[in-house]
T-cell receptor, first 120, second 113 residues
Framework: GAVVSQHPSRVICKSGTSVKIECRSLDFQATTMFWYRQFPKKSLMLMATSNEGSKATYEQGVEKDKFLINHASLTLSTLTVTSAHPEDSSFYIC????????????????FGPGTRLTVL | GENVEQHPSTLSVQEGDSAVIKCTYSDSASNYFPWYKQELGKRPQLIIDIRSNVGEKKDQRIAVTLNKTAKHFSLHITETQPEDSAVYFCAASIAGTASKLTFGTGTRLQVTL
C-alpha cells in the first residue's frame, strides 16, 4: 500500500512552453501533497505544500505564478511549470501523506518516482 | 524555520564495516526524524524513523539514535553490503498531520568490496 505515481517520468520541452506534472496517490487518500525540486547531487528542496481544496503554501523564494499547483482531489495534485526556461530543468518529486490518523503514521511521506524536466 | 545539517557528505567503507551518518537540527519543537535512502534517479525510500519519545530504534542492520538535548540524531548501518551504496538523507519535522519535512544535505555512501 501507499503507492504514489507521477506522470510523466521524463519530459523535454522548449523554452517558453508550460509543462504539467501529475502526482497521484493510487491506494490511499492524501490530505496533503508536497512538491520538491532536486538538483543533481543535491538535497530535496521543498517548493510548496498542497492541501486538497485549498491554495498551496509556497516556500520562500518559490514563485507561485511560475509554479502553479492544483490539488483538486484527495488523490491528485498537479504542478505546472509555466513559461519554462533552461534553469527550470531539474528533478521534480512529489510526496503524499495519509488523510487518516492512527494507526497510520501520519507523519510519513510517500514519494513519487519523480519527473525529470529538461528545458531546451 | 528548521535547519538540518548532515555529515559527512561522502563516506566510503569496506564491505562488512559499519557506517555512521550524523545530523543536527535547530528547532527544538521537531519530534519526528526519518531517514531516507535514494538511489540514482530514484525516489527517496524511508528506511527507518524515530520519534522524540525514544532514544534509539533498531531494524536489523540499521539503527537510529536520538539525543534531544543536543538536538542531534545518527544513522548506524552495520555489516555494510554493496547494495547499501546510495545517498542517505536525514530529515526532521514536527509531528502532526502532514507536517513538512526539512531535509539534510545528504551523504553519499560507497561500500567497497
Amino acid at each position: 500500500g501507499a503507492v504514489v505515481s507521477q506522470h510523466p517520468s521524463r519530459v523535454i520541452c522548449k523554452s517558453g512552453t508550460s509543462v504539467k506534472i501529475e502526482c497521484r496517490s493510487l491506494d490511499f487518500q492524501a490530505t496533503t501533497m508536497f512538491w520538491y525540486r532536486q538538483f543533481p547531487k543535491k538535497s530535496l528542496m521543498l517548493m510548496a505544500t498542497s492541501n486538497e481544496g485549498s491554495k498551496a503554501t509556497y516556500e520562500q523564494g518559490v514563485e507561485k505564478d511560475k509554479f502553479l499547483i492544483n490539488h483538486a482531489s484527495l488523490t491528485l495534485s498537479t504542478l505546472t511549470v509555466t513559461s519554462a526556461h533552461p534553469e527550470d530543468s531539474s528533478f521534480y518529486i512529489c510526496s503524499a501523506s495519509f488523510a487518516g490518523g492512527p494507526p497510520r503514521n501520519y507523519n510519513e511521506q510517500f514519494f513519487g518516482p519523480g519527473t525529470r524536466l529538461t528545458v531546451l | 524555520g528548521e535547519n538540518v545539517e548532515q555529515h559527512p557528505s561522502t563516506l566510503s567503507v569496506q564491505e562488512g564495516d559499519s557506517a555512521v551518518i550524523k545530523c543536527t537540527y535547530s528547532d527544538s519543537a521537531s519530534n519526528y526524524f526519518p531517514w531516507y535512502k535514494q538511489e540514482l534517479g530514484k525516489r527517496p525510500q524511508l528506511i527507518i524513523d524515530i520519534r522524540s519519545n525514544v532514544g534509539e530504534k533498531k531494524d536489523q542492520r540499521i539503527a537510529v539514535t536520538l539525543n534531544k538535548t543536543a538536538k542531534h540524531f545518527s544513522l548506524h548501518i552495520t555489516e555494510t553490503q554493496p547494495e547499501d551504496s546510495a545517498v542517505y538523507f536525514c530529515a526532521a519535522s514536527i509531528a502532526g498531520t502532514a507536517s513538512k519535512l526539512t531535509f539534510g544535505t545528504g551523504t553519499r555512501l560507497q561500500v567497497t568490496l
